[in-house]
C-alpha cells in the first residue's frame, strides 16, 4: 500500500486517527463510530502546526525514530464517514490545494495484530507548512484552539 491507492473500490470501514479526531480531543465526535481502538503506525515522521491551525500532520515519506500513536476508528456508515472525513481534512483528491491526502496504510493494534485502515497524510512532502515542529515521540496531544 503507497500514498495513491485512494481511488481504488474499498469496503474499509476502519479510519487511523492521530490528531484532533482522537477521544477527547476538539473533533473526536466529527463522525460517528461504532468504536475505537488504540494503535500505531510504524512508518512516518509527525508534526505540530502551530496556531492559528494548532494540528497536527504525517509525512509518511519520511522516517521518525518512533511509531505514530493514535487511534484506530470503525465508521459507522463508511461511505457517507470518508466522504464527511475528506471534505473537514481538505482532502487534495477532492479539494484542490488541499494539505492532506488520503490512502491505505498497515496499522498495528496493541494484540500485536494489523489491520488495514485509510489515515489522512501530508498530500506532498513540499507543502509542509512554514513552522511546523516535529512530534519526536509520535504523541500528538492537544493543545487549546
Known amino acids: 500500500m503507497t500514498p495513491g ?6 469496503t474499509i470501514a476502519d479510519v487511523f486517527v492521530y490528531g484532533t479526531l482522537k ?13 475505537r481502538r488504540t494503535a500505531r503506525l510504524a512508518h512516518g515522521l509527525l508534526y505540530h502546526l502551530p496556531a492559528p491551525r494548532d494540528f497536527p500532520v504525517l509525512d509518511l515519506e519520511t ?3 518512533n ?8 465508521l459507522a456508515e463508511p461511505r457517507r464517514d470518508l466522504q464527511l472525513l475528506d471534505w473537514f481534512e481538505g ?10 491526502n488520503r490512502s491505505r496504510v498497515l496499522i498495528e493494534l496493541d494484540d500485536g495484530s494489523a489491520v488495514e485502515a485509510w489515515v489522512y497524510h501530508l498530500d506532498d512532502r513540499d507543502s509542509l507548512p512554514a513552522g511546523a515542529e516535529p512530534v ?10
Not at 491507492?5 to 474499498?10: L, V
Not at 511509531?67 to 470503525?74: N, Q, V, W
Not at 519526536?136 to 484552539?145: K, L, M, S, V
Open 23 to 35: 477521544s477527547g480531543e476538539r473533533n473526536s465526535d466529527v463522525v460517528q463510530v461504532q468504536h
Open 63 to 65: 522516517a521518525g525514530a
Open 67 to 74: 511509531p505514530i500513536r493514535g487511534e484506530l476508528l470503525r
Open 136 to 145: 519526536p515521540d509520535g504523541r500528538w496531544t492537544g493543545r487549546e484552539a
Open 5 to 10: 491507492d485512494e481511488t481504488r473500490p474499498t
Open 91 to 100: 482532502c487534495s483528491n477532492h479539494v484542490p490545494g488541499g494539505l492532506y
